[in-house]
């Protein structure tokens, strides 16, 4: 047993605030003051906002102010990375501990909470979706376009005619939050936002544990999947539910690899209930709790070979486990799922509500890329246009999707961590070859990924990558990624943000290095 002088001492939060991951943390929450700032003006703000005019600050909607404010949320988004990247550095470095790291993680999301909704108008569809049930319309049968009012002006025109793609849960929120704020937009963000805050606090709480149990270092995955301003900026000043899903399933999938497999299920459902996309779990959930009831049973000489009786041993074998756990997985979720329906008093419309995605056309998911590199390659002798190419790619790429999954699924059952590494893979196939996909979609894989180990070279990349997704959106939430000088740019401060992540300068701006920083710097790479 270590003597009591061996376990070190928690480092005095005067100290850190001294150290350059301490200098890191307050440019980072300097960066979240300029976006919050920044977005009153450039942010998705409301088509008609009093508030601002009572504040004297509608003048940053405009001209010269817009150009201001827009600015300032730029340079804001840009110390955010800088911090998070640096904060990376000494992480890395061994420098920061978790503990340290969930209180940076609160003072950097502490004054998003005051922005309007930042790179994405999605809160003011929560609000209208709530507001149907509120008023006694079905979310999934009708749009928000039958309930005239403040919270109709604010959601974006593509979405006024679509019926909820989300689950019971956040329909029951924003019934919620409607009763209780009516139509005032201001109020209805702000509890909006805070409704969806405990899947940060959950991703706090989830993420270091993850790490322990598949062989990661539980400070990297804090720092790479809360800290990192693609998931701050987005989830949390964007205001979106895969906050509270991603949350709900790294909690559950926390639970299940504890064995706590009932309530694990049971959490990752309620993600389902939230967004479906937390479903793609389940079915990895069967196989490790699976493996540890096969674990279970060797250890209580139930395996062949052991002396067991024989009902005992077919008990063990593959099949009668995978049907026992299977069955119970599906009960909880069926029990979890129908409850929280019967409460929003709702049924399974969502699921036909999904394609409605299908409006979003970007090139961040790959039937997008390949309908348009199609129609530009060709459209000099055949005159292909985007929509009927996009229809093609689209329903190959979801046959690619559904018979990679599958095999993803029956490839990764063999260990627990293998399983999780399942759901890591089905996600980001999913995120790639859905319809349409969003910079805030990739918070999802991110999320599971984080846990593992991972080579610095690995870092680098999902550094530039989460950087890169950051800057593609405009603050409005319109998209940047069809103007050339826009990713351009956002493709430059992403191969900088990833060379930061080993080197103090990668510029060479600066002529003498600070010794404290740069001797972080080898010790991250020292560990790939």
């Not at 937009?185 to 969806?196: H, I, K, S």
């Not at 606090?201 to 800290?227: F, N, S």
């Amino acid at each position: 047993m270590p003597s009591p002088s061996a376990v070190p001492e928690p480092r005095a939060s005067a100290t850190f605030l001294r150290s350059d991951a301490g200098h890191a943390a307050a440019l980072g929450v300097v960066g979240a003051i300029m976006i919050t700032f920044g977005g009153f003006g450039s942010g998705a703000v409301r088509r008609h906002d009093p508030l601002l005019e009572s504040m004297y600050l509608s003048w940053l909607r405009f001209g010269h102010g817009f150009v201001l404010s827009t600015l300032i949320v730029w340079i804001g988004v840009l110390m955010m990375i800088a911090a998070w990247v640096r904060l990376g550095r000494n992480t890395r470095a061994g420098l920061v501990e978790v503990t340290e790291l969930r209180w940076v993680a609160a003072a950097w999301t502490a004054p998003l909470l005051a922005a309007v909704p930042m790179f994405s108008r999605d809160a003011y569809s929560y609000l209208a979706q709530g507001a149907l049930l509120r008023d006694g319309f079905d979310p999934y049968a009708v749009g928000p376009v039958v309930n005239p009012g403040l919270l109709l002006d604010n959601v974006s025109n593509v979405w006024t005619t679509t019926t909820a793609p989300y689950g019971p849960v956040s329909l029951l929120i924003g019934q919620g939050i409607t009763s209780i704020t009516g139509d005032n937009v201001v109020a209805g963000t702000m509890l909006m936002r805070l409704a969806m805050l405990p899947g940060l606090v959950l991703m706090m709480w989830a993420l270091p544990r993850l790490a322990r149990q598949l062989g990661g270092d539980p400070a990297t995955a804090l720092w790479l999947a809360v800290l990192n301003p693609l998931v701050l900026v987005h989830l949390v000043g964007g205001v979106h539910n895969e906050l509270l899903m991603v949350g709900l399933m790294a909690a559950g999938l926390t639970l299940v690899l504890d064995r706590k497999h009932v309530a694990g299920i049971a959490v990752i459902s309620l993600g389902v209930a939230v967004k479906a996309m937390a479903g793609v779990a389940l079915p990895f959930v069967v196989w490790i709790w699976m493996i540890h009831e096969r674990e279970r049973a060797e250890s209580a000489g139930v395996a062949p070979g052991t002396g067991a009786t024989a009902e005992n041993t077919r008990a063990a074998s593959p099949l009668a486990l995978f049907v026992k756990t299977a069955s119970a997985g599906a009960a909880v979720f069926v029990a979890v799922f129908a409850a929280c329906s019967a409460i929003a008093g709702v049924g399974l419309g969502w699921l036909t509500a999904l394609q409605g995605s299908a409006k979003i056309v970007n090139w961040l998911s790959v039937p997008t890329i390949l309908a348009h590199i199609v129609t530009v390659s060709t459209s000099w002798f055949t005159g292909l246009r985007l929509g009927p190419v996009l229809e093609v790619t689209r329903a190959i790429c979801a046959l690619i999707m559904v018979v990679t999954l599958v095999a993803v699924w029956w490839r990764f059952r063999r260990t627990t961590k293998q399983a999780v590494l399942g759901i890591l893979v089905a996600l980001v196939v999913i995120v790639l070859f859905s319809p349409a996909a969003l910079p805030w979609y990739y918070s999802w894989p991110l999320a599971i990924g984080a846990a593992f180990a991972m080579s610095t070279t690995t870092l680098m990349v999902l550094v530039g990558l989460s950087t890169w997704l950051m800057l593609v959106f405009n603050p409005d939430g319109s998209i940047g990624l069809y103007s050339l000088p826009h990713v351009l740019l956002a493709t430059f401060a992403a191969v900088v943000a990833a060379r930061s992540l080993v080197t103090v300068d990668p510029l060479r701006v600066r002529t003498v290095r600070r010794p404290e920083v740069a001797a972080s710097a080898p010790l991250a790479a020292a560990s790939d």
